[in-house]
């Protein structure tokens, strides 16, 4: 395969955005920190030791960074077992793997969670190679995961495409020098998805799936 399509998950292929928001929300309220539920979605994307920056501050106590992150897994964790796909996902993943693509995910999720968000999807027999939090020393917005993503399938930028639902993913793939893609169905409008490098938008998998012939991924 000389060409690679490369996937966020969060938001992309599992709808589990909002689940993030109100499992950050809540870890927050614990620690004594009010954050808005807003503020807190515009920051999904991030890994979490940058989603905790991003949203406290750098003056922060970073010693409560490790407590925070350690409640939102918990909280998140509650909902492992029924981690719904996104309309399309997994015949778009499918779709993309018959017509030659390498499909790679890149996500900042690991270990339990990264599992979890496999089975939600449940097309592994397209899905040839996988950057996590554990495979870089930078998430999104840097375009570690991106770059690591292509040199798993072995492809140059020149003949990639990444597909992410927020401004943090548009940055990373344009950093990473790769056409992108943005996607509605992570919850942010799609003039900030423009403005941050998505050469197109669409509302869903289903969405670019059945557009595809149109896309960048034609």
């Known amino acids: 395969m000389d060409r690679a ?18 499992a950050w929300w809540e870890a927050f309220r614990q620690a004594g920190h009010t954050v808005p539920m807003h503020a807190v979605h515009r920051a999904v994307g991030l890994g979490s030791a940058d989603l905790v920056a991003h949203l406290l501050g750098e003056d922060r ?9 350690a409640a939102h897994k918990a909280l998140y964790g509650q ?3 029924r981690l719904p796909a996104l309309p ?4 778009l993943l499918r779709r993309l793997h018959r017509d030659g693509w390498a499909v790679v995910l890149a996500t900042s999720a690991s270990g339990a969670e990264l ?37 798993l399938a072995g492809v140059p930028a020149s003949r990639a495409v990444f597909v992410g639902d927020t401004v943090w993913d548009m940055r990373a ?26 050469e197109a938008v669409y509302a869903d998998p289903a969405d670019l799936l059945a557009r595809l012939a149109g896309s960048p991924l034609a």
């Open 88 to 91: 399309g996902a997994a015949e």
């Open 115 to 151: 599992g979890a968000l496999r089975r939600a999807i449940d097309a592994d027999d397209a899905i040839s190679g996988m950057a996590s939090a554990e495979d870089v020393q930078e998430g999104k917005p840097a375009p570690d995961p991106v770059e690591h993503a292509l040199e």
């Open 61 to 69: 106590d970073t010693e409560q960074d490790a407590e925070l992150d």
């Open 79 to 81: 909902y492992f077992d």
């Open 5 to 22: 399509a490369v996937f966020d998950v969060d938001g992309t292929l599992v709808d589990t955005n909002h689940l993030h928001v109100v």
């Open 173 to 198: 793939g344009g950093k990473a020098g790769v056409r992108c893609v943005g996607l509605l169905c992570g919850g942010i409008p799609r003039a900030d998805l423009e403005e941050a490098g998505a």
